[in-house]
């Protein structure tokens, strides 16, 4: 069963205590925001969930294994695609494939057959150079999905696209995780996004980060991707805003 | 969406013909005014040769400077992919290895400042006229625009690049050939184009110390017998030379990264 949970975590860079004692929980199918002010250390938590950073103190568990400082579980989505210009479209995505050890065509292939889902139809054969800010944003996310089908983490993963591109993207990936369901961590500066998409919002305190307040949506993912309207929206949203300080 | 069409194909042909007729043109101005300041003030053929002279004399001796330039283009060739080779050898280790890198990079820009005039007729004592002397003078100017566009093509990869690709389990090994090498290609090849230019100079200053063959002797001996003409017909061939090399490593890269087109775009 598909679980993050981050514990007391605490991490100093550059003689700073940035993590002064983090606690999340992401459960199976969950759809966790992250919601802070900027610098505030959210990409440090991350960079401590997928393992490529150890934490000073605390642990983090996936599936109840304790994968503290250890790669290879998740990796995570970041603002930009890091897509390789060398590359054709179905060549970067397969890469996770093909470094765990599967042939190139068979990557290739298996890649493809997600092409439709993530709205890449038709292609394969382009340079990243050649597409859209929307479509390598996908693509990015198809990469981390073959990585791990199971666990997302997105960092701010729509913060470089115009705020058409950025709605309509909103909209796809709830279309993606209402079929492939699987446990999200969504790192988000914007309050809406955050409240139209997660199940549960934690928001992040400025430097040391704890987890100032945890809300639970209950009006997140509405299938027509309108202005929701409801009347706990307001109250949620002002008591959001009152933690971030705005 | 015709007339847009009709719009660019016009635009493309304007551009093609600002890029190649005015340099041209510029050109071939140049030439007719060293003609005819030749021609009028009747400057003797030993002092300074037309062009038209230079070209007669280019034709008439051509077998001979074909022989000449044979051995300066094999010098240059094996000069170049040698220090291709090394610089990727040397690059390698000054990327992976810091220890490496804090050593050698200061002796390779303190290196640079080495006339190259100044060691090559060293070579010459050492190793004798052949060819050897040469290839190691283009060794020599080659290697440094090379080595510091890949290693500065290295260093420029985007860190998140790496990180990406850590969290993913890629080994050292793998990251340097899936990501780094890549991405440090164009810088490589810009490096690459400025070496290709330099690289028959190079060939040319190791021949006139003393040869047996090659363009930079005829130009030596043309010039101590005030064969002017002939010096400037070795000036052309050289010139030929040179473009040639760089073309050829123009075509390479877009053989290699033909990706890197799209991106100028």
């Known amino acids: ?246 | 969406m015709i007339s847009r069409a009709v719009v660019s194909v016009s635009m493309k042909r304007s551009r093609i013909t600002a890029d190649i007729f005015i340099p041209l043109g510029f050109i071939i101005l140049l030439l007719v005014g060293w003609e005819y300041i030749v021609k009028l003030r009747s400057i003797p053929d030993w002092i300074l040769p037309g062009p038209v002279q230079v070209v007669r004399t280019f034709v008439d001796n051509a077998p001979l400077i074909a022989k000449h330039a044979q051995s300066t283009m094999i010098e240059c060739l094996a000069g170049f992919a040698l220090a291709i080779l090394f610089s990727f050898i040397v690059v390698f280790l000054m990327d992976e290895i810091s220890l490496f890198r804090k050593a050698l990079y200061p002796l390779i820009i303190a290196s640079q400042t080495i006339p190259i005039v100044s060691v090559a007729p060293l070579f010459i004592i050492w190793f004798g006229y052949g060819m050897l002397p040469k290839i190691i003078v283009v060794v020599l100017v080659c290697f440094f625009p090379i080595a510091i566009s890949l290693l500065s093509g290295l260093a420029a990869v985007d860190n998140d690049y790496l990180e990406l690709f850590r969290s993913m389990q890629a080994g050292r090994i793998k990251i340097f050939r899936m990501v780094k090498l890549p991405l440090a290609m164009p810088a490589f090849f810009s490096g690459l184009r400025i070496s290709a230019a330099y690289s028959v100079m190079g060939a040319v200053i190791g021949e006139w110390l003393g040869a047996k063959q090659g363009l930079g002797i005829y130009m030596t001996l043309s010039q101590r017998s005030f064969q002017v003409d002939r010096v400037f017909a070795a000036i052309l061939a050289v010139t030929v030379l040179s473009a040639a090399l760089f073309l050829l490593v123009s075509l390479i890269e877009r053989v290699v990264i033909p990706w890197n087109r799209l991106n100028e775009k």
């Open chain 1, 1 to 246: 069963m598909p679980e993050i949970v981050v514990e007391g975590v605490s991490k100093t860079l550059g003689g700073m205590l940035t993590l002064g004692g983090v606690n999340l929980k992401a459960g199976d199918r969950d759809f966790a925001g992250i919601l802070g002010p900027s610098g505030c250390g959210k990409s440090t938590l991350f960079n401590i969930i997928s393992g490529l950073m150890r934490p000073d103190q605390g642990r983090v568990y996936i599936d109840g294994l304790d994968v503290t400082g250890r790669t290879g579980r998740v990796s995570y989505m970041r603002q930009k695609d890091l897509l390789l210009p060398s590359l054709n479209i179905v060549e970067n995505v397969s890469i996770p494939l093909a470094l765990k050890g599967m042939p190139k065509k068979r990557a290739c292939a298996q890649a493809a057959a997600h092409f439709k889902q993530f709205g890449l139809d038709g292609f394969e054969k382009y340079y990243p150079s050649q597409l859209s800010g929307g479509m390598r944003q996908r693509a990015a996310m198809l990469r981390t999905y073959l990585f791990s089908s199971d666990i997302l983490l997105l960092d701010e993963p729509f913060a470089s696209l115009d705020a058409i591109t950025k709605r309509k993207m909103q909209a796809w990936l709830i279309e993606v995780f209402n079929a492939i369901s699987p446990t999200v961590m969504y790192i988000t500066h914007d309050v809406d996004e955050a409240l139209y998409l997660c199940d549960r919002i934690y928001v992040l305190s400025a430097c040391p980060t704890v987890v100032k307040l945890e809300i639970t949506v209950p009006f997140c993912r509405p299938p027509h991707g309108r202005t929701i309207v409801d009347r706990e929206y307001g109250v949620i949203r002002d008591k959001v805003m009152e933690a971030l300080e705005i």
